[in-house]
């Protein structure tokens, strides 16, 4: 009596939909040197995890800078994951991951202003001493922008918090924006320094109200790079547009990947009048074997592109995921030719039955001849 009502509860437990992701954080302000908390609750392993640390903050012109994440408390490990640093309005440019005993450093000079950088680096499970980015303004620049993001396949507990201090920032903010499995689970811009630094908040997650960017008078055209700098959203009137890069999924066959796929976010944001995505055209590949595609559900859309000084563009009316793809290269067929080995003769032993008919031959042989030697 009991297993048969037992059955229908097991499958109601079955039918139910597992919890979705959460990641909130908090708090809306900080002063320089107070910790920001993201909480994340039901991430489970094998999932694509990216976080985009994108700061923004006063420099004096040709002058030094340095701002960290210092104590980031990382609760899980990415595996096969990437660590990408940007800077903008710079000359000169420095990454510096800390880790123990351990420092992973890379530096390069900017062009136009724009710098670049993306080291393979698996995210270990554990407390780092912190994430650096330092380098020079440009000699006309009072603002930098630096981004950071880490990627990689998420291994460890499903319900945890990552925790940093923010340093060398007194004044700016930061935008954080983290998805799992290309969707976005948190878009977040907290205020560094001002009267309300340190507010609490519960954080956000995921879309809230739609953004609809309208123009006014007093607004303008602002850029918006890729951490990688392949790619820039050109929009008005925008405080932030976040380009974050995604893994790809489901490309069309015979295409690979060139660029991105990268997301523009929120997800919930318009452009009035529309934005511009632009990419810049790779080494190698001929112009006319690129094109511009879109994502959406589990297809991608090629889009009307322009060649415009060395980069491809269109117009986007809103966010999404978009990429850049050609051709794949034809598959290489490797022929080996074989010579086959030159077998010598076989050689056949000689048999017993054999030896003895040679023997008896040859004594036959012998008597005859000394037979013939006696008649002489």
Do not use: C
């Not at 055209?221 to 009137?237: E, H, I, P, T």
């Amino acid at each position: 009596m009991y297993i048969r009502y037992a059955i229908p509860l097991i499958l109601i437990l079955v039918a139910l939909p597992a919890s979705a992701v959460t990641i909130t954080e908090r708090p809306d302000s900080i002063a320089n040197g107070h910790p920001i908390y993201i909480t994340i609750t039901g991430l489970a392993d094998g999932s694509r995890f990216d976080l985009l640390i994108d700061s923004s903050f006063e420099v004096q012109p040709n002058s030094g800078f340095s701002v960290q994440m210092s104590q980031f408390s990382m609760p899980f490990a990415l595996n096969g994951g990437t660590v990408t640093a940007t800077l903008d309005g710079t000359s000169e440019n420095r990454l510096e991951v800390m880790k123990g005993d351990t420092i992973v450093a890379v530096s390069g000079r900017s062009v136009d202003g724009h710098y670049s950088t993306t080291k393979e680096y698996d995210i270990t499970r554990g407390t780092y001493d912190y994430f650096r980015l330092s380098g020079v303004s440009l000699p006309t620049v009072r603002v930098v922008q630096a981004k950071l993001q880490v990627s990689g396949v998420k291994e460890g507990a499903d319900d945890s918090e990552i925790t940093f201090v923010v340093e060398g920032m007194p004044e700016g903010t930061i935008t954080i924006i983290a998805l799992v499995d290309g969707a976005q689970a948190l878009y977040k811009t907290v205020t560094v320094g001002g009267q309300t630094a340190g507010s609490p908040s519960s954080g956000s997650t995921g879309p809230t109200a739609t953004v609809s960017i309208t123009p006014t008078a007093t607004q303008a055209w602002k850029d918006f790079a890729s951490a990688d700098g392949k790619a820039r959203v050109r929009a008005f009137g925008a405080d932030f547009v976040g380009l974050v890069a995604v893994s790809p999924q489901d490309v069309p066959e015979g295409m690979r990947v060139v660029a991105g796929p990268y997301s523009v976010m929120p997800n919930d944001l318009v452009f009035d009048p529309a934005a511009t995505l632009a990419f810049t055209v790779p080494v190698g590949i001929p112009v006319a074997d690129l094109q511009v595609y879109s994502y959406s559900g589990s297809s991608w859309s090629p889009m009307p592109a322009e060649m415009v000084s060395g980069e491809l563009q269109i117009f986007i009316p809103a966010a999404g995921v978009y990429a850049l793809l050609a051709p794949a290269p034809p598959e290489t067929t490797v022929t080996q030719t074989v010579t086959p080995a030159t077998t010598a003769p076989a050689t056949t032993a000689p048999t017993r039955a054999g030896m003895e008919m040679l023997t008896v031959v040859l004594g036959a042989a012998v008597s005859l001849g000394l037979a013939a030697g006696r008649r002489r």
